[in-house]
């Protein structure tokens, strides 16, 4: 596997675990957060298919993830967030954490690939991942202002 395709492999691992972890138990949190993170645990999916569908049609394989691995995160994440008292924000501080990492898993993975249409296809996903990242840094500080 050469290192083109190990970066894209990692951004899908990214994207699958965070449609994972936005998607876990959310029945304690304000309807605009559950909003928020139902909407970006459905952009992270579907650009983990589209990216999957772009490796495949230029001839490789997307490696596919963990769904035991992924459990785990979920579960780790949802615990978390029950015993903090802010679970809005532990939440928001957790997803950012690796929307983050998908942000830096992004920008290597445009550094290595040379087709114009996964190059577009990446920064398009950069520019979901910074709305995310804003929308999660509100809901931090908002749920620090309510206590």
Do not use: W
Request: glycine content about 4%.
């Amino acid at each position: 596997m050469d290192e083109r395709l190990v970066a894209l492999n990692t951004v899908i691992g990214h994207c699958r675990e965070l449609a994972e972890l936005y998607a876990g138990d959310r029945m304690a949190v304000d309807a605009s957060s559950k909003a928020l993170f139902d909407d970006c645990a459905r952009a992270h999916a579907a650009f983990a298919d589209r990216l999957a569908a772009e490796i495949r049609r230029q001839g490789d394989l997307p490696a596919e993830e963990d769904p035991e691995r992924l459990g785990v995160e979920r579960l780790v994440a949802d615990v978390k967030s029950l015993l903090s008292p802010r679970r809005e924000a532990a939440l928001a501080d957790t997803f950012a954490e690796v929307e983050a990492r998908l942000a830096q898993a992004l920008d290597e993975a445009r550094s290595q690939v040379d087709a114009a249409q996964l190059d577009a296809l990446l920064a398009e996903h950069q520019v979901t991942v910074r709305r995310h990242l804003e929308s999660l840094r509100q809901v931090s500080e908002g749920s620090a202002a309510n206590d």
